[in-house]
Every structure is written in structure tokens, then in C-alpha cells.
């Protein structure tokens, strides 16, 4: 299809990288146009420079393709990124001079300008980007995920915004590929957890005030919800699990908040957009669900699940929530959010 | 030793039982002299009816011990007991005509007249045995030890009491061995979580205001404590993690706290019993400890390690803590008891 | 569609069932008319008998159907069996005088006239089906499937056969689900291997020899190949691992050998069954591969993949090999017998 | 003790490096004295040089040593070398210009004058150090361990020399320790096999047939046995698995070969070396033994264990056995070296 986007995937050998690659293959509106990866990698061919981790082998067409240092990306309509923290800023911030950079790195998310955008969450929030397009005098923007971790748990949160949340107790059990790759050796992590992720606990707690927070004139301000985050690292390979504790300023009650969450739908559905799950929020009844290795992959890895939803002793709420990390939680949510600029014709 | 306290274990087929006979090995004041199991292995020798799963070869001299049924159980000083919940209530209360129980089960925690113990947590609850043999006019009692994953919350928190615990919330990332033996498929546990152990919150958060509960002349008045416990099944062989979350009426601050912490010594240290950790919690500074595997045996098992100690954003104070679910949690646990029995001389 | 043949799965429960399930649900030629488990599952909806652990959630109008006794089966045109080898030789053998039954359990497949099938390697044998009615004076007929391990490794000698094989040393390293649920307890695989499953090395040495053998009027003479096969669990959920040396008489090269086994075609191509991989070997080059999670699931688990095909120092070549145990090796292979009978019009 | 030889651990900080000290804690005849590492880590303390992988903490004494750039290494009177194969040639050729360096590496296996020593085995090579001395004009030597997978799958094969071993064909299942640390991704292990290990294959046949040989005057004729060996590596943090077919010339029978395993003693156990296992091989009649996490410890992970003796299709005999590789197969091996050498007064 001659009017597909071209795009640029940076960061394209790692775990995140590769979900891009994967999720892009026959996309209506996207296309692979170009693979940055670190400079070590620059030169070589995708399917020498890229150990594929995913199921099955990777695309042929993309094998074939050269992995380019992402200084030198061209021809291209947008990116997405997935580079490492260290570099991601300066590579985002001068690619965003031409083309807007969906970015699962966590370098801009703290800059004011910079939408951190969950589509179905605060898809308002988009509205940024116009502000950041004037304040640095670009043709493009970044707009950025949150965490994985904050994503899913977002995503939950989100029916019950109307009863008022003041305090989110979330503790996490992540999965390796969230580590990216080779990411957490094996023998660290075999017949054992491990109960610290890096920088991860605060970016929960600033991100999801972010998210939820109020669009103004030219920032977000945060939605003042104390979060106290526990992170976690456990022996499985795809899909965060996390034990939530919510207090809300008035509680309707457990089947009122179930029903909130099984009906949540908001702009992505509405706009059925390509990769927009039917259900952003499924909440299952069974004592012992959800669990990662059975509950990651709905709908493509893009609806969350929930389920445990029960009465707290200590605050209002308690429930049980999965997430496909690098999908709904990475490359997923990206693709979802460039689908939502280019269908408001922001793009 | 010709006056060692002849030992039976009920349920010594069991994940528990087996650990009851490794611990037994060599111990300076008890010995095994019966063996009990399910009406199933009864006749038996020891080394068929049981699937030894711990390290190592099971002790020669038990091995050619014969499985009785529980109800034939005859010639024991005290007993300890790991039996299934199902049948551990008349054959506990039956035995207990007779001698001490020292129970791993469930089914006598609720009794009123029954403690909880924790040796280091409540040692003085002991002395509910005697209104307990008043009452029901035997010559033993039952003791009761809380489940395994508020055994090494309770030491945890000791150290806290003087500060007014208002509320605690727990998710626990729970071992295989909690489960028993065979318990939880390999199909269900690898690459997964299980969100759901049955009943397992209920009784943290009965047992927990229990044990820190207020002795009365005939009964324990609970503690009060706002408890929310989020209990997970993870793919771990032995020693439980658990994220705590405390509210404090008046939190010392975070350095006051460590060092209750790893300065907390009880009644077994003075004591000196031949089971007691010289430091019943360890505090480590490092930033992704404990560990389950690297830490459930320290002090072969019956210290607890706690980490990451550091303020909370909605409560007072959080923390990571590790245990070893099958000894401190269960047989160690209950050998403690029935040492700091005989040392005070109530056996 | 009206004349889609009515199936009944026998044993439908387990982990076989459960694929046979997965695998008929919008099957072009057959549909799932009755589900029977065991006596203790009888009467019961399917979705409160069945432990479902197959990723997402159990087809609705399966999740509706009530569990039959295995005797009170009636209505259905071919039967799929799963059933545990001790109570599938009676009940097969009664359902057989009715309607054709397709077995995975190994009851029948030691009877001299009920042919052991992989449709790739030996699908002249499905004539042994006519003596068979004969003999037994019946309408229907048994054909049984090998077990998983020898399945797999059928397919990746089948193209050596023109060279003589001689000999077959096998060491398989098997996934969890070969064991049924709940199969492995996790107490016993984590961070371990068990060196032994019972019976399958014998059946290995059998079944290969059966299949490979030649037909006779009214049975199969072994093949008359020395096979030595060293079987064990490893902590895999699906895709049995298998290293291979092969003792040929006349090794035409390692080149030809890997050509023969890309290139290998057989009747289910020829006649595109539905259920067919187009290609049921496929040969990887890269030099740390087969996987089990990688290459488990190609062509929907129909595919045995095979990898490092390399000189032997003491027989002739060896490789390793990789296939889906509850596809591949027992559920796909029995639906895709079922659609060559119907294919060739015997059933 | 002030007559302690002082050791140079080299190559500290990885999963060898960390046993070899683990071991050398209260050693009778040994004391650590110099720590070295890559220059990366020279001139950190120990303690954060070394993320400590084994069990409990590391020892306090060797926490606050510091870590030498290898070739700073002074004043020890023998070295242990755990060295990458790609810095350990000419580190350990310099050292040995002074002083005995019991090396792990491989990189001096080859060499003519080197002897790959296992004490119980070929304890009468060393005196190939004598050789090496004349022809390198140094006052120490090199000896070398073989790698952890042939190690003990010679001392299994050793009872069987008497019988003529004509061919081994051994499939591995390592553990991941083998690879160091970080070494293995847990996204590449985790519910998976990866069915290939660089080198290792080549190693085990070349290895095995020197160790075997026939010590000549100035080196060592290899044995001439046809190798086959397919490695694996498996989800287990310790303790290799093989699956080993032997071919003899003239086999005396199973029983025969069990006692002979099993009553197996060599020169280190005549010796009553400090770190020699009372019997080198363990023989278990158990059906699913040796298993890696229940044996590998067996006698502080010096002995090997086996099982599943039978007899053999194909060859001769065949069987399963256990090793731990980082002791047995590594640093414990290097250790009884040592102590042999001594107690023989070579050093």
C-alpha cells in the first residue's frame, strides 16, 4: 500500500525492538522502513546484528534490512523507540526536529512538555504536543509511554477515577523480558525473586500522577494520588502481575467496580483503531486468575486483566492485575498511540 | 541419651513431617520414636511411604521405621504434628489426652483456649496450656504455630510493637513446599504466577492479631491490626517473600527501626534453646536482598532477613522480609515451642 | 455445516483432551458432538470438570457440554481418545464395534492388527484396518498413535530409511505436559531432571520398530532397527527435545541427509488434509537450534523441527530434534489420521 | 596456621572463582591470600568487585581483600586459575615461571606437557609436570582440570577401563552455572533447552581420551576411544546430568559393573586427602536417580552419583550420572590436585 507510514524503529534489536517488528508486520497503516540500533550493531544485517527472542522466526523482510546507527535514520514518517535511557534523549530529541517519536524510553517522560500517554487513560493529553511543537521550534514532537508496570495498572485504575482514588499500594512481580535482553542472568533468577528493579518504584508513583493528572495550559499538573510501589522480579517470561490496594474517597461498592471495569471502553475503541483491543479491561470471576502465563496474550496482548476484585480491610479495594509487559506495556502501547494521532489527524 | 523425650511425628510423610525428621536428626534434648502418616502408607516402612524430597538421603534409622496410623500412636513424650487439616482435629485433640501436640495444623489455631505461638513473638501465650488442660481435663494440650507466611511476619513486625501498629499489608510471593507434596503441578507454576493460595489470607490476617493479641485469664484478645494480606504462588522452591507495608502510630524513623530490628533478641536467645537463631532477624543493607534462595538458610533456616527497610508514601514504614517457609514457618517453628517448653519446664 | 462428522473425545479433561479441543474448534471436516471423562467427572459441565490450562479461555459451547461416563458415549461418528491406558482397552475396544476410534492411549498398540500410525511415515498401514474388522467382527476400527517421544523422532528418521538405518540412540529431554495433569509436581522439576519416565524408553524401542516395519497380510514385522533410547522430564511446558545418532548403512553424507529431510513430503502433503504442515520437517541451520519454546509451535505445532545435523564420531550422523508432544505428538497426529481415513474415503 | 600455603585465586569474582574460595574457607592446608580479577575489577575490594552468587554471604575476611590485576599477583606459593580462556594462556605461563597454577581454564589442556589431571583417574600423570619443568625452564608448572562435563564423566568410566572401553556416547543436560556468570539469559532458559554449548563437544571427546591415555615419556598418548557427545543446557543452577552409552570390549555383566563403580577408590581416597569424597561414586538403585538437585551435593558436591545402570541396545551399558560441575567438575577438582601434589611432596 503506496500511503502507509514509513517507519523508523530505533532500539530495534532488543526485546521491546523486536515487538515493534512483530507488531508491525502487515499493520494497516505502518510500515518497517528503517531499524537503528546501537552502533555496534550499525552496518550489519538485522538477522546478524538481532538475536530474535520471539516465538517462531523473524520476518524475512526485516532480516534482510540493514541495522542503521540511529544518528543516520531517514526517509522516514515516524519513529518508535525503544533505545536504552542513556542515549534516547539526545537521539529522540533531534529526530523530533522532523517526525514525531513515540518512545518507550523513560528519558523525556519527566519533561513537562512531553505527553506521557496511556490512549485509553488520557488520550486528552495529546493535546501537548502543540505546545511542545511551538516551545522548540520542531516539525515533529516525542510523546512517551510510562513504564510497564504503570501502564496496565492505569489502565485498571482508570473506571475508577469517578470515586475519588487517593492512595494506589501496588506491588509488582515482573517479568524478565521487562529487564530486556540478556537482561536478568539465569542463575539469578532461577528458584528465586528478586525484590528490587531499579529506579522502577519511583517511576510508578511520579507516572501514574502524571497520567492521571490534569492537562493545563502547557503541563500536566499531577493528580495527587500517594502511590506506594513494591517491584519485584519473578521467574516468568512475558506479563506483570500486581497485587493492588486502592483507596478511594467513597467506594460504590465491589460490584459496581466490577461492572466499571468490564464496561470501560474509551477513544481507541471508539476510534477502532487497528490495534486497540475490544476490551481494554476484562475482569475474571475464578478464584486463581489472572495469571501471566494464561492471561498475557488476550486479545493479542493488548487488554489487561483483572480479577480478585474484593473488598480491602485496610482502604477500599483490592484486585489482581495482568499486563503483556512489552506489548500492552511497550510496543503495544506505542503503535496505539501513534494509530490514535494519525486517525485525529494530528499526524 | 537415655532420657532424650521420645518423639512421635504425625504427618511425617509430608513436605513438613520431613523436615520435623531432619531437624529431629542428631537434636540434643528429642528423638524420633514413631512415625505417623495417613491410614494409606500405615504398615509401611518409612522408606516406602515416603518420597523423600529433601537434599540427600533420608536417616538410615528412620528409614526402617514402620508408619503407624496416627490413632495407634503409643510411647511418645510429646508429639508434633503436620497432619492435613481434614483429619489433624480429633486425632490432635485425642493425643493431646495424653501428651503435649505440637501442632503444624490448621485446625486448633481458632480454639480459644489453644495458643499461637511464635517463641520469640509471644512466648508468655504459653501459659494458656494450663487453662487449656483445666478446661478440658487432659494431661497434655495442644500448641498451635501460625501458617508459615505470618510466622515470619510476626518476628518481623515484633520489633515494631512499641510504635503501634495500626495496619499492615502484606503480598506474599509464596514456595512450592507451602503447598506440600506433590501440591502445585509443574504445568500450573512455571513461567506463571498464581494470584490465589485458599484461605491463606484469612488466616494472616486472624492469626497475626492473634498472636500479637493481649493474654487474658482463659482467652487472647486480639490486636486489633488493620490487615490486608494479597497472598501469590510463585516458582520457588522453599522460603516465602513478602512486601509489608506498616502503618505505625508514630514511626521512630527508618534508622531507629533497623536497629530494633536487628537487635530484636527474645526468650529463646536468652534461653539459648538448642533450635534458637542467635539472631532471629537479620537486616541486610544491600539493595535486592533477601533473597529467597540466597537467604532461607541462614542460621539453617530459622533466622528471618529483611531488606529494603525504607519509608512508605501512604503508611510509615515498608519492607521486604524472607523466611523459610518449612522451618522457620512450620517444623522449626514447632521444635522452638516444645524446646522453650521443656527449658521452662511446663513439659 | 451439516455433514461435518460428530466426534466424541474420550478422556477430554486432560492434556491431550484439552488440545484435541483446541484443536477441532472450527475444524472444516469434524466437530465436537460429546465429551467424556472419567466416572468422577461424569454428569458435570465440561467447564466445571476441566481444569482448563491451555492459553486463553475454553471454547463457550465446549465450557456448555456435560461430561460423559466413557460407556454412555452414543451419537457420534469417530471417536478421539485420550484416555488413561487403564481403562482405554475396554472401552476402545467396545466403541470400536460402532465407529472408528483414534487413540492416543497405548492400550491397542501392541495388538498385532491395530496399526500404529504417523500419516508422514507409514500411512500404508491404515489397510491393516480391513483385518482388523474382520478379525473382530466390527463396523468401526482402532488405529493407535506412538507416544510423543517416538512420534517426532518417526518423522525425522523417515527420510534416512533409504540409507538402512541400522541403529537409533535417542536422549530425549521431555516437557511436563507428556505427563499429563497435574502430572510433575513442581517440588520435583524445579531446578532439577528426572533421569526416568516410567515405560517410555521400551515403548520407543517398540513403537519405532512397528512403524518402520513392514506390512503383512494380518500384521507388521518389525523393522528390526537397535534402538536405545535414555528418557527424561525436564522443566519444559510443551516440546519434547530429542539428541539423536543414527547408525546408517550407507551414509550418503551429511549435505543429502539434511536436502532428504527439508525436501520430505508424504500423503497428508499430497492430499493437503487440513491438519497438515506443508512442510512436517523443517531444518535449521543456526547452531543453537531446535528449541523447545522457539520452535515448538511451527506450523501450529504439526512441524518437527531439526538442528545441528552433524557426522557422528561412533555411528553415522546425529542431530537433535524438537517437536509439540501434545500436537505433533498426540492430539494433531490423531485428527490428522482421522482426515486421511476421510480423505481416502475409509471412514 | 602459619605453614598454610598461601593461594592466588585467579579469575575470583565468577562462579568458579567464588567456590574455589567458598572451599578454601578453614582449609587444612590452605589459606587465600591474593584476589585476582579482570582489570575492570582490579583494585575494588572484593566485596564490590563480586556480586556473590552462592548461598549465605561471602566470607568477611576475603570481603575486604582487594582484587589484583592478575599479573600484580605476589607472594602466594600456588595459584588457582578460574581465568576466561582468553586471558588465562599467558597469565598462567608467567605465574607458573614460579610457582604450581592448578588451572580450570582451557587454555594449556593441549599442550603436550600440561597434564588434564583427575586425581581418582590418572593421578599417575603428573608427573608430567616434571617434563614441563626441564622443557619451560620454571620453577612452578601448569596442570589442568578437564572441563566439568568430562570430568565426571570420567571418574564414572574409570571402573570400566578393565573392560575395554571402546565408545562413549554421552548426552549432557549442564547446568547453567557451567556457563558463569552472568552467562545465561533467563529469557533464553527459562521454559526451554538450548541444545547447544560452544566448544564443549569437542572438548569432552579430546578431554576424555587424554585423560585416558597412556603417559609416555614427555606426553600422552591418547586412549583412541570413539567420542559422541551432544551438550545441552537445561533450566538447573548446579549440577550436571548425563545420559552416557558405553561400548566395551567384552562386558563383564551389570552387577559387575555397579560394584565395581561402587566400590571404586583411587589414590586421593588412599590418601585421605582433605577434600576427597570417601567414595568417589555413588551408585543408586532407585528408578529416578541420580537427580541434579538431590545429588549433586553428595559429599560436599565431590562425589559423582549414578544410576539407571542397565544394560544397553545398542552398545554395551549405559546410565545416568550426576556431578556437581562447579566443585567436582571445577573448583573442588583443582583443590584435590593441589592437595595431591602436596601430600606426594611434588610441592
Redesign the interface.
Known sequence: MADKYKCAILGATG?VGQRFIQMLEGHPWFEVEALAASSRSAGKRYSEACKW?L??DMPEEVARMKALDPANVKGADIAFSALPAEIAYDVEANLAKKIPVFSKAKSHRTDADVPVLVPEVNWEHMRLVDVQKKLRKTDGFITADPNCTTTQLLIALKPLEPYGIQ???V?S?QA??GAG????????????????I?GEEEKV?YELNKVLGKLGKSSVTPAGI???A?C?R????DGH?E?V?V?LRKSPGIGTIKKAMSQFKSKPQQLRLPTAPDQPLVVLNE????????DR??ELGMSVTV??VRE????SV?F?CVGHNTVRGAAGNGILNAEMFKALKVI
Open positions: 526485546a527472542m516465538e517462531g492512595s494506589v499500594i506491588t512481580m524478565l523480558s535482553y540478556p537482561g536478568v542472568s539465569g542463575l539469578d533468577i532461577e528458584d528465586n525473586v528478586l525484590p528490587f531499579r508513583e500517594r502511590v506506594s513494591s519485584n519473578v521467574n516468568v517470561l502481575t497485587c490496594v483507596g478464584e486463581c486468575r489472572p495469571q501471566p502465563r494464561k496474550n488476550r480479577g480478585r480491602d480491610q485496610v482502604h483490592k489482581v
